[in-house]
């Protein structure tokens, strides 16, 4: 018997391919920067046919290497974790590749610029040498004294908690150079190196809070805060910047943390 066949109008129609990628024409405009060539910067526009659930760090990567190979950004996880490519995007500071083209109406032309407070090296490369220096200035590592112990160092998980939002940060300078103190004054300590004393302040095990909150007392230290908030507004991993800074200046107050 032979098998029974369709007309043509009658098949049904072809499923589409569902893992095609669905592009829209989007215009990066980057700030550019070149010591060597000139010494203002200028605005530069590159045309992008690109997935909008891809990443603004995706875009870059594509002017990079199909566009203009002297385009020069510091990535290197890709994926939240190594806090290298923090940026102005669209006027605000946030990580390349944890922004989806989609989330930032790619309809505009998507302004990308180097953070501010810290000198600009080459296009969306600044220099982190005083942003590290002041991470290192607070001593941001556990300080005992007495004996090696025999076993780890307990805490209880309230004393755990008490420390756990700070220990996210990733340094990737988004809260400080977002920060209009520290664009004012470089020499602030601004909001992470505080972060990442914060975390060692309230750990329970650590016995160099008091040297750290005398740092941190200096004129370029916590007072210099002025709660805007924009901090807060920035970190990519949700830690409460502000919060944290200030139950540092309370326990320069009250001595008890
Ligand atoms: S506190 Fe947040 S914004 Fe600031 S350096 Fe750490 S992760 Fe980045
Ligand atoms: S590349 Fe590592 S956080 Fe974005």
Partial sequence: MSTPTLEKQ????????????????????????????????YWEDFQLDIDPKERVLDGLHK?????????TFRRSCAHGICGSDA???????????KTLIKDINPEKPITVEAIKGLTVLKDLVVDMDPFFQAYRDVMPFLITTGNEPTRERLQTAEDRERFDDTTKCILC????????????????????AIVNAHRFIFDSRDEGGEQRLEILNDRDGVWRCRTTFNCTDACPRGIEVTKAIQEVKRALITRRF
């Fill in 10 to 41: 009658d098949q049904a129609p072809e499923p589409a391919d569902a893992t095609a990628a669905h592009t829209i024409t989007v215009t990066f405009r980057i700030r550019r920067f070149n010591p060597e060539v000139a010494a203002e910067s």
């Fill in 63 to 71: 002017i990079k290497w199909d566009h203009d190979g002297t385009l």
């Fill in 87 to 97: 940026m102005r995007i669209n006027g605000r500071n946030r990580l390349a590749c």
């Fill in 173 to 192: 300078a988004a809260c400080t150079s977002s920060c209009p103190v520290f664009w004012n004054d470089g020499q602030y300590f601004g909001p992470a």
